[in-house]
C-alpha cells in the first residue's frame, strides 16, 4: 500500500511539471508562429480601415494548425527538459534507490505523450480542417470587400496586376463619377473603359461596379486599328479582376477524412495522390507524439549515470528528432509522386516508435 502511494505521488510529481511546461512551451511557441503568420495580414487591415476583428478572426482560423503541427515537437522538447533537469538535481537517482525502473519514471511521460496523441487527432481529423475551410471563405469574402476600399477618388489604384482603375470623385451611396479603366487581363487585346457616371454595388460574388453612359477602346490585333464601342450599361467585376479564387474549389487541407481516402475521379491523378498522402499525414502524425516522447525518455533515462550529468545523449535525441521530421516531409513528397510508396508514411513513424520503446522496455526492472 505505501508502495502504491509513493508511486501515484512521483507520477503526480512528474505529471505537474511536464503539463506545466507543456503548456508555456506550447502557449510560447503557438503566440511566436501566430506573430509571424499575421504580419501578412496587418497591412491590409491597417491600409484599407478595416475592423481590428477581421485580423483578429482570420489568424485565429490558424491556430488550430499551428498547434497541431507543434504539439509533439513540444512534447519532446518538455520531456528531454525536466527529465534531464531531475537527472541533474538527483532525484531521479532518489527515485531509482526506491526500486523504481526506468519504465516506471517514464509513466507520466508517456501518458502526457498520450494526451497529446489525442489532442493531435481531434485537430487533425475535425479541428484543422473546418477552421481552415471557414479561413478560406472569409479570406475570400475579404479580399473581394476589399475591392470596394481600394476606389479612391482622384487615385490610379490597381484592383489586380492588370487592372488599374480612376474614379473622379465618389459618393457617400457609393455612386461614381469620371471612371477611366485600364483592363489587361487579356494580354493579346489590352482595352481601356471611360464612363460618365457608376454605381459600385456588392453582391454574393463580390463587388461589381456598374457603368453608365461609356466607351470601350482597345486596339485591333489583326488591323491594328483603333475600335471603340460605346454602351449605355455595362458591369464589371472586381471579384475576378482580383483574381480571388471562388470559394467552391476545395483543398486538401480542408476535406475531410472520408473525402481524402476516396479522391474524387474529377480530380488528376498528382491530385489524388496528394489527396491520400494528406489522408495518412493526418492519421500518423499523432503518433509522432509517442515517438518523440520516447526519444527523449530513452536520452535522458538509460546508459550509464554520470554524476555530472551529459549532453551527448540529449543532443543526440534532438539530432535524431530533427532528421526524423525531415526524413517525414521527404517520405510524403515521394509519397506524393509515387502512391505506392504510400506505406512508408507509415514506416517512418511506427519504426522510430517500436526501437525507442524497445530501447525503454529493455530497461524495465529495477536498478
Known amino acids: 500500500m505505501d508502495r ?49 476583428w477581421v485580423f483578429v478572426k482570420l489568424t485565429l482560423l490558424l491556430v488550430p494548425s499551428f498547434l497541431a503541427t507543434i504539439l509533439p515537437i513540444t512534447c519532446f522538447i518538455v ?35 498520450t494526451g497529446a496523441m489525442l489532442c493531435c487527432y481531434v485537430l487533425n481529423l475535425l479541428l484543422v480542417p473546418a477552421s481552415l475551410s471557414t479561413f478560406r471563405d472569409y479570406e475570400f469574402e475579404i479580399r473581394n470587400q476589399i475591392a ?42 489590352p482595352a481601356t473603359i471611360l464612363a460618365r457616371s457608376g454605381q459600385l454595388l456588392v453582391n454574393a460574388q463580390g463587388p461589381v461596379v456598374l457603368l453608365q453612359n461609356g466607351s470601350r477602346e482597345q486596339i485591333d490585333p489583326r488591323t491594328g486599328r483603333l475600335d471603340v464601342l460605346t454602351f ?42 496528394k489527396w491520400l498522402v494528406e489522408a ?39 539530432v535524431a528528432v530533427t532528421l526524423l521530421v525531415a526524413i517525414g516531409l521527404g517520405v510524403n513528397n515521394l509519397a506524393a509522386r509515387s502512391p505506392d510508396l504510400l506505406p512508408l508514411i507509415w514506416v517512418s513513424v511506427l519504426a522510430p516508435l517500436l526501437v525507442a520503446g524497445g530501447m525503454l522496455l529493455a530497461n524495465r526492472g529495477p536498478r
Do not use: C
Open 4 to 52: 502504491r502511494l509513493r508511486l501515484n505521488r512521483i507520477d503526480s510529481y512528474i505529471f505537474g511539471q511536464l503539463l506545466v511546461a507543456l503548456l508555456l512551451v506550447t502557449a510560447g511557441l503557438v503566440a511566436l508562429i501566430w506573430l509571424t503568420q499575421s504580419l501578412r495580414f496587418i497591412q491590409i487591415i491597417v491600409n484599407h480601415g478595416l475592423s481590428p
Open 79 to 113: 520531456v528531454l527538459f525536466i527529465y534531464a533537469r531531475l537527472a541533474g538535481d538527483r532525484e531521479l537517482t532518489v527515485m531509482r534507490a526506491t526500486g523504481l525502473s526506468d519504465f516506471a519514471l517514464a509513466r507520466p511521460a508517456l501518458m502526457i505523450a
Open 148 to 189: 470596394a476600399f481600394l476606389l479612391q477618388p482622384g487615385v490610379f489604384t490597381p484592383v489586380a496586376d492588370n487592372v488599374t482603375v480612376y474614379v473622379q470623385a465618389r459618393g457617400q451611396d457609393d455612386s461614381l463619377q469620371g471612371i477611366l479603366i485600364e483592363d489587361g487581363r487579356d494580354p493579346a487585346s
Open 232 to 273: 449605355q450599361r455595362n458591369i464589371l467585376s472586381l471579384a475576378q479582376a482580383a483574381k480571388a479564387g471562388t470559394p467552391d474549389m476545395t483543398d486538401s487541407a480542408e476535406a475531410p477524412l472520408g473525402a481524402l481516402l476516396h479522391p474524387s475521379d474529377t480530380l488528376t491523378d498528382a491530385e489524388q495522390s
Open 280 to 318: 495518412q499525414r493526418r492519421l500518423t502524425s499523432p503518433l509522432t507524439a509517442i515517438s518523440y516522447t520516447l526519444i527523449g525518455l530513452v536520452a535522458t533515462l538509460t546508459g550509464m549515470f554520470r554524476r555530472h550529468g551529459g549532453l551527448v545523449r540529449p543532443a543526440g535525441a534532438v
